[in-house]
C-alpha cells in the first residue's frame, strides 16, 4: 500500500511538472511573438522590407479596390480585416517586422489613395485613414500581459498620458466631421511611444539598435525613391500620376512654397504631401546623426549616406519647419549634454524654436506685425506660409488661456480647411498648429498634461529620445501635420527604440528586482 502510494504520489508531482512545463511553454512561445528578451532577433532582410511593404499596400488596396462596389459598412469590415491578418502575421514572424509594417502604412497610405481611386474624393474614407490606430490596438491586444509587465518600470509616463487621454476623450461631444482624425493625431503618437516600449524593453540594446538602422534605412529608401522618380518623370506628371487634382483628400497639397520672398517647388515622391516628405527627412537626420555618434564605426557609413540622401530630400520637399527641426534638435542635444533638467532641456527648446520664427516673420513681413500678432492673430497672416502657422499656435494658445475649457475634439483646426471653413474658423481655432488646435480642442488641461507626458517620457527614456521628442514637440508647434502619423510615426518609434537603461529610474528598477540585462550574445550587462 505504502508504495502504491508513493507511485501516486510521484505520479501526481509528474502530472504537475509536466503541466507547469506546458504552462511555461505557453508563455514562452507568447513572449516569442510579442519581443519578449528570451525571443531570438529576426534578422531583417530586403526580403522583409518588400514583404512588410507589398503587406502595407495590400491592406489599402484590398478595400479601395472596391469603393463603388461595396458599401461603406462591407468596405470597413474588409479594411479591418485586412489590417487585423497582417498585423497578426507579422508580430507572428517578429515584432520588428511589425514595427517596419507600421511604418509602410503611415508612409504608403495617400500614395495608395490616389493610385487606387482614380475618381473624386472629398475625404481619406475612415476606414483609410484609421488603419494605422486599428495596428496599434491589435498589437496591443496581442502583448497586453507582456504590456503590463514591462510597462511597470515606466509607470509615471503611464499615467500622465492615462491623465491626458482622459482629458482629451472628455472633450468629445460627438464622434462625427473630424473627431477622429483629432483623437488619432492626439492619442496615437504618445501611445505609439508607450506600445514600442513595453514590446522592446525587455530586447537587448543591440536588438533595439539594429532594428532602429533599419528603420532608418527602409525610411531613407523610401523617401529617396519616391523624390527621384518624381525628379525623373517631373512633378506635374507625378502628381498627375497619383491623382493629385481629382481626390479632394488630397489636392490641399500644396506643390510650392516661399522662403524669404522666393518661390520654391516642392516635392513629396511616395509620401504624395511634400510638407510631409520633409518633416520625415529631417526626422530620418536627426535619428542617423544620433545612431552615428554612440553607434559602432561599422555602421557610421551608412548613416552618413541615410544623412546626405535625406538632406537632398529635405531640399527638395521646401519643408521649412524640417529645417526648424534640425536646429532645435542641435539646441536640444547640446542641452540635455550640458544638463540632466528635463524641463530646463524641453522648455528651452520650444522657446528657441518660437523666438526663430518670430525672428523670420519679422524679417519677412516686418517687426511691427510680429508685435501685433499676440493682439490679433489674424491679422498678421498674409504673404509667408509661416505667418499662418505662428498665428494658429497664438490663437489656439489664447484660446486655451482665456477661455480655459477646449472647444471640443473635432472643432475647427485644419479639417475645417478641407471642408470649407473660412480663414478665421481655420486659423482661430489652431489651424497648422499641432498644439494650437490641441489647445483649443482640449484647453489648458489638455496642453499642460500633453508637456508633462513628454517630459516624463524624455525622463525615464534617456537622453537621445529626449533630443528626439524635443525637436518633434518645438516643431509641431508651427506644423499642424506634425501630430499625423505619416510624419510623426518614424520620430516616436525611434524615441521608443532610443531608450536607455541608464535613467535613475531604469537604474532604481533594476536593482530594486534584481534584473540584469543581456546583449544577443548572452553578455550581461
Known amino acids: 500500500m505504502t508504495t502504491t502510494i508513493r507511485r501516486r504520489d510521484d505520479l501526481e508531482k509528474g502530472d504537475a511538472h509536466r503541466s507547469r512545463v506546458r504552462t511555461r511553454s505557453l508563455a514562452s512561445l507568447h513572449r516569442a511573438r510579442v519581443g519578449d528578451v528570451g525571443s ?50 507579422t508580430m507572428a514572424i517578429g515584432a520588428e517586422l511589425f514595427v517596419v509594417f507600421w511604418l509602410a502604412l503611415a508612409f504608403f497610405q495617400n500614395f495608395a489613395v490616389g493610385t487606387f481611386v482614380p475618381g473624386h474624393v472629398d475625404l481619406v474614407p475612415v476606414y483609410i485613414s484609421e488603419s494605422k490606430t486599428v495596428a496599434i490596438v491589435i498589437a496591443l491586444a496581442l502583448m497586453f500581459p507582456t504590456a503590463m509587465t514591462n510597462l511597470k518600470r515606466y509607470r509615471p509616463p503611464v499615467i500622465w498620458y492615462g491623465l491626458f487621454a482622459l482629458v482629451v476623450v472628455g472633450h468629445v461631444s460627438s464622434l462625427g466631421g473630424a473627431t477622429l482624425p483629432y483623437l488619432r493625431n492626439f492619442l496615437i503618437p504618445l501611445a505609439t511611444v508607450l506600445l514600442i516600449v513595453a ?18 534605412r527602409y525610411s531613407t529608401a523610401v523617401l529617396t525613391i519616391g523624390t527621384f522618380a518624381e525628379a525623373l518623370v517631373g512633378s506635374s506628371a507625378w502628381r498627375s500620376m497619383v491623382n493629385v487634382d481629382k481626390n479632394g ?42 545612431v552615428s555618434i554612440q553607434g559602432p564605426r561599422s555602421v557610421r557609413a551608412g548613416m552618413y549616406v541615410c544623412i546626405a540622401l535625406c538632406g537632398w530630400v529635405l531640399i527638395s520637399s ?62 498678421i497672416v498674409g504673404g509667408d506660409s509661416t505667418t499662418y502657422h505662428l498665428a494658429g499656435l497664438v490663437a489656439g494658445m489664447k484660446h486655451a488661456v482665456t477661455e480655459f475649457v477646449g472647444a471640443g475634439i473635432g472643432n475647427g483646426g ?112
Open 40 to 89: 531570438a532577433a529576426v534578422a531583417v532582410n530586403p526580403v522583409h522590407l518588400l514583404f512588410v511593404t507589398l503587406a502595407a499596400f495590400a491592406v489599402y488596396a484590398i478595400p479601395l479596390s472596391f469603393v463603388g462596389q461595396f458599401r461603406p459598412t462591407a468596405l470597413m469590415v474588409l479594411s479591418v480585416a485586412a489590417v487585423v491578418v497582417a498585423t497578426v502575421l
Open 199 to 216: 514590446i522592446t524593453a525587455q530586447w537587448s540594446e543591440e536588438r533595439r539598435s539594429g532594428l532602429l538602422r533599419v528603420v532608418v
Open 249 to 290: 483628400a488630397l489636392n490641399s497639397l500644396s506643390s510650392v512654397t516661399s522662403f524669404l520672398g522666393m518661390q520654391i517647388d516642392r516635392t513629396g515622391g511616395f509620401i504624395v504631401e511634400p510638407t510631409n516628405a520633409g518633416y520625415i527627412a529631417a526626422a530620418v537626420i536627426i535619428i542617423a546623426t544620433l
Open 318 to 379: 521646401g519643408a521649412k519647419s524640417g529645417l526648424l527641426m534640425l536646429l532645435v534638435a542641435s539646441i536640444s542635444g547640446v542641452t540635455y549634454a550640458r544638463s540632466k533638467r528635463v524641463w530646463g532641456g524641453l522648455l528651452g527648446g520650444w522657446s528657441i524654436s518660437l523666438l526663430v520664427v518670430l525672428v523670420y516673420v519679422a524679417v519677412a513681413t516686418g517687426p511691427g506685425k510680429v508685435v501685433s500678432v499676440f493682439a490679433d492673430p489674424l491679422g
Open 414 to 525: 485644419n479639417f475645417a480647411r478641407i471642408a470649407g471653413a473660412p480663414i478665421s474658423r481655420w486659423i482661430l481655432t489652431g489651424g497648422e498648429s499641432s498644439w494650437g488646435v490641441l489647445a483649443y480642442q482640449a484647453g489648458i488641461l489638455g496642453i499642460v498634461l500633453f508637456a508633462a507626458t513628454v517630459a516624463s517620457l524624455c525622463k525615464h527614456l534617456g537622453r537621445r529620445s529626449a533630443v528626439l521628442l524635443s525637436a518633434w514637440t518645438s516643431a509641431a508647434m508651427f506644423a499642424e501635420a506634425l501630430f499625423g502619423p505619416q510624419a510623426a510615426g518614424l520620430i516616436v518609434v525611434a524615441a521608443a527604440l532610443f531608450m536607455t537603461v541608464d535613467t535613475d529610474n531604469a537604474d532604481e528598477s533594476a536593482s530594486g528586482n534584481g534584473t540584469c540585462y543581456t546583449t544577443e550574445k548572452g553578455d550581461e550587462q
